[in-house]
Nanobody, 115 residues
Framework: QVQLVESGGGLVQPGGSLRLSCAAS????????MGWYRQAPGKQRELVAT???????NYADSVTGRFTISRDNSKNTVYLQMNSLKPVDTAVYYC?????????WGQGTQVTVSL
């Protein structure tokens, strides 16, 4: 099993930045995919960004050029650097991992972009 704990969410003004962190309960060296999804009120959960343990990344079109995913295997942590935030980025952000055929999710962290 893998427990995932997110942190770093909060309230930020449009144009601002936040960095989300996701700490895993075990080594992430062997975890093929880790990433971030988000869910806004009344909407389905959607992919934000993923990264394989080989370094390949995938981003939603809506965040490409603004968000950057990275992973620090030595700290068992995945990050999401979010720049140029917009009100439409407001959502609960969930950390995700896929390991040995099972998907794992964190509890989510709220990101609110507003004046």
């Amino acid at each position: 099993q893998v427990q995932l704990v997110e942190s770093g969410g909060g309230l930020v003004q449009p144009g601002g930045s936040l960095r989300l962190s996701c700490a895993a309960s075990r080594s992430i060296n062997g975890i093929y995919v880790m990433g971030w999804y988000r869910q806004a009120p009344g909407k389905q959960r959607e992919l934000v960004a993923t990264m394989t343990n080989g370094g390949s990344t995938n981003y939603a079109d809506s965040v490409t050029g603004r968000f950057t995913i990275s992973r620090d295997n030595s700290k068992n942590t995945v990050y999401l650097q979010m720049n140029s935030l917009k009100p439409v980025d407001t959502a609960v952000y969930y950390c995700y991992s896929f390991w040995l055929g099972v998907a794992y999710w964190g509890q989510g962290t709220q990101v609110t972009v507003s004046l």
